[in-house]
């Protein structure tokens, strides 16, 4: 009887464990690498930000405080303060409340033609200012397509071009993007969970936006009005498009230095300059803080959503 024998095979070579690639991080490069992009991007900030600003202030101070108050208090320049300040004034609330209805109605409703309100919210975005002036003229002037509306005999019956109400209407078209789009995502990332709650206890409308919606997008809100804010003031294309340049009574400060520069007067026009080089710090200043806190509460939103 024949017996079978087992023959015992080597077991086969096991394979040395791969080691896991561990992705390179920025920080792992070398330090002239790293000491490069710095220089590149401090010699960029300096060359292009800090030098223009030194030499805005440098100009407006050369001749003396003397000089400098007097750019500041010509009758001219004055005007131009003045309507910077009351179009803003007009310009920013408008586009708040605007704004604040806006990213209510898309964060929160579904209805028809939605996406399409979106998209027209960005078009001032897209448009070049000198093409809204110009759209403008071309609606309001005498040979416009609302002329008879608008002029009768040869004369404007509810003053717009050349006029102040013509800036305000400018400005408004070119700034209303600002609050909408940042109070937009916001509230769509916080949800409308609290908001129900609220109506289903029996708050009123009014009572569920005071006391919660509000709070929830000050951050944000105050935000997008710093922006809005900050193109009102700066704004020169669609402005220049509808004023007519008429001093004391159209030209904004932008404008008004650009007539000074044109005409030598070269310490007026530094002098203005400076005054919208501190409104701009100022603004960036604030547009920081209100940019943190507004990134900080969408974060908080988005890690209490389930």
Known sequence: MATSATTLEPAPPQEAPRRRRIPRKATTEPLWVRLLLITIAVGFIAGFLLMPLFIIFKESL???????????????????????????????????????AAAWAISRFSFPGKRALVTLIDLPLWVSPIV?????????????????????????????????AGIVIATLFVTFPFVARILIPLMQAQG???????????????????????????WGLFYGIILCNARAIGEFGAVSAVSGHIQGLTNTIPLHIELMYNSSQMEAAFALASILSMLALLTLVLKSFFGWQAERQAKEALESTP
């Open 62 to 100: 050369l001749k003396g405080i003397r000089v400098y108050y007097d750019a500041l208090e010509n009758p001219h320049a004055v005007s131009a303060i003045k309507l910077t300040l009351l179009t803003a004034a007009i310009v920013v609330p408008l586009n708040t409340l605007f704004g604040v």
């Open 132 to 164: 809204a002036g110009l759209m403008f003229v071309i609606l309001f002037g005498r040979q416009g397509l609302l002329n008879s509306l608008f002029w009768s005999g040869g004369k404007q019956v509810f003053p717009i071009l050349f006029e102040p």
């Open 192 to 218: 409308s969970a609290e908001e129900e709650a609220a109506l289903t206890l029996g708050a009123r409308g009014w009572q569920t936006f005071v006391y919660i919606t509000l709070p929830k997008i000050k």
